[in-house]
């Protein structure tokens, strides 16, 4: 798989580490235990396009959201995650 970086170019994923899904909040502090249980160990198994957090430790070191398609592994849009509400 390729990513295109906003700020390399396109690199091998070999360059990456990916963290996970990009679209779980982070419950407030005085939350019930259950929002916490749920954020920590409850995903979705996408079966189509789904955001990801990945790192680009190889290269520029910036986190970015991917959008790719699980079934295909192609990759739909790429944007660093500070740009990104709710990340990060
Ligand atoms: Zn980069």
Do not use: K, S
């Not at 290269?59 to 295909?72: A, P, S």
Request: proline share 8%; with cysteine; net charge negative.
């Amino acid at each position: 798989m390729r990513i295109p970086c906003p700020y390399c170019g396109e690199r091998g994923n070999e360059e990456f580490t990916v963290l996970g899904a990009a679209d779980p909040v982070r419950p407030a502090g005085d939350a019930p235990l259950g929002a916490w249980v749920d954020y920590v160990h409850q995903r979705e198994n996408a079966h189509g396009p789904h955001r990801e957090l990945w790192h680009h430790q190889g290269g520029c070191r910036t986190w970015l959201v991917v959008e790719r398609d699980t079934r295909t592994h192609a990759v739909i849009a790429v944007r660093a995650a500070r740009a990104t509400e709710g990340t990060p």
